[in-house]
């Protein structure tokens, strides 16, 4: 008969399943970031420089010490077994969401800006506050406008930090497949005029009208405002031409 007290759940004083040191360190992350909105590392930086002795706010020091509470699971070189089971307890209620800490959040902006503006996130970010982007909805690149602001932080960037970041090699390169290192197609380059019919088969298709028509409509505005058209998504598909046939965004 099987002991009532048995069971075949693993526990954390069992030592043949106890946490690694790698998975201590990863519920330490976990809580850091959930708490705190910084990396384990970056926890253990600032508290070993003193830097959280000066936080008045009362609920950003009850969660200070809710972390520094479970330091022991990365920093003691010989834990005890039954207090590290009861860390590694709490530590495991903390949920396991990824909040981006300011470095990934930035990180991510500026790729997101690199990728679909060619500039840097902080270029984007100086531009949009210096009112650079405003009328963007006649922009032929409106969309991709909106998509980077959608992930501009509300602070302002460690220059130190940023540059160490932008100069980082990516850290995702594992993740790319084969299709990803197929070579690149070669560049056609266009002649004006062909730019020109291109740009005014898109008219025709998408609007029925010529490209002159649609230039024209364009520069006095008479598309109105181009996000709540009924024909948004057409309109946006030929303004994407624009840069053919005209010198940029700025032009009238």
């Known amino acids: 008969m099987m002991d009532a007290e048995h069971t075949d759940t693993p526990t954390t004083d069992d030592p043949m399943h106890a946490p690694t040191h790698e998975e ?12 705190l909105g910084v990396t384990g590392k970056e926890f253990r930086r600032r508290w070993h420089a003193s830097e959280y002795e000066d936080e008045t706010d009362e609920y950003v020091r ?23 089971a009861d860390l590694v307890d709490i530590a ?6 990824h909040f981006l800490t300011r470095e990934e959040a930035w990180e991510m902006f500026d790729r997101r800006a690199r990728e679909r503006l060619f500039i840097s996130g902080a270029e984007f970010q100086r ?15 409106h969309l ?20 160490a970041i932008v100069s980082a090699t990516p850290q995702h390169d594992e993740e790319l497949t084969a299709e990803d290192d197929e070579p690149v197609p070669a560049v056609i380059h266009m002649t004006r005029d062909e730019a020109r019919t291109l740009f ?6 998408w609007l029925d009208m010529s ?40 032009e009238r």
């Not at 201590?24 to 708490?35: G, P, T």
């Not at 495991?92 to 969401?97: C, S, V």
């Not at 005014?200 to 298709?205: I, K, L, M, T, V």
Request: charged share 30%.
């Open 211 to 250: 490209g002159d028509e649609f230039l024209r409509k364009w520069r006095s505005r008479e598309f109105g405002d181009v996000d709540n058209h009924p024909n948004h998504l057409r309109i946006m598909e030929v303004a994407s031409l624009l840069p053919f046939v005209t010198s940029g965004p700025h």
């Open 127 to 141: 531009r949009w506050h210096a009112g650079e982007f405003v009328g963007n909805d006649y922009w032929p690149n």
């Open 92 to 97: 495991r209620q903390a949920p396991n969401f």
């Open 144 to 163: 991709a406008i909106i998509d980077v602001y959608m992930l501009m932080p509300n602070d302002d960037p460690d220059p130190e930090r940023m540059e």
């Open 62 to 84: 009850e969660a200070i010490a809710s972390v520094a509470e479970l330091l022991p699971l990365v920093e003691d070189e010989q834990p005890d077994s039954r207090q590290i």
């Open 24 to 35: 201590r360190c990863n519920l330490f992350d976990q809580n850091a970031r959930y708490y």
């Open 200 to 205: 005014d088969e898109s008219a025709r298709y």
